[in-house]
């Protein structure tokens, strides 16, 4: 997706693009990376190291300031920060009950709890994943989930989506002359 034309001159107006950024004090302080086109154009390498950073710290549960840590992971990081930060937005109060769930089930499995029993548990009393004892399931869960969710992303962005996408032929005006 290209932005028009008023949006570029809009942008560099407020010296927000890479003429305007370079030699600028956030130029001078984190360098060229500050330029790099991989925080900004969605190729498939940058969308997938995105995934692999972001996604783990959107499953930490109660973490505060996660599009800060995820802006300046994905910055070092070289990821998509649209997507990156863009991420934290999963883990919201709406979709909490299914995140936090996901993780204190995978917290007991990991600490020897039979799976069946785990469920059965979470259907009969959804409210145990509050308990006081199960903040170190929970913290435990979304530690193997984050990063196992990441690793399955980052191989499903550099395995299903293609390198460069076919172009299609430019079409030729007719030519007024000939008629």
């Known amino acids: 997706m290209r932005l028009p034309l008023w949006a570029h001159r809009w942008l560099h107006r407020r010296r927000l693009s ?11 302080k984190l360098g060229d990376r500050l ?3 991989a925080l900004w154009m969605p190729t498939p390498s940058s969308l997938a190291r995105a995934w692999l950073i972001g996604f783990p710290i959107t499953t930490i549960p109660f973490l505060p300031a996660q599009s800060l840590i995820a802006g300046v992971a994905g910055f070092f990081g070289r990821a998509n920060l649209l997507l ?28 020897g709890a039979s799976p069946f029993a785990v469920w059965d548990q979470l259907m ?17 869960g979304s530690v193997i989930l984050g990063p196992a969710v990441g690793l399955l992303g980052y191989a499903a962005f550099m395995l299903l989506w293609p390198d460069h996408l076919p172009r299609l032929p430019r079409r030729k005006k007719p030519d007024p002359t000939s008629s």
Do not use: E
Request: a positive charge; glycine letters at 8%.
């Open 18 to 28: 890479r003429q305007g950024l370079k030699g600028s004090f956030l130029h001078t």
């Open 35 to 37: 330029l790099d086109k």
């Open 84 to 111: 990156c930060i863009g991420l934290q937005f999963i883990s919201m109060p709406l979709t909490a009950p299914v995140q936090l769930s996901a993780c204190y089930f995978v917290g007991r499995v990991a600490r």
């Open 124 to 140: 009969a009393n959804p409210g145990s994943v509050w308990s006081s004892d199960a903040l170190f399931t929970l913290y435990l």
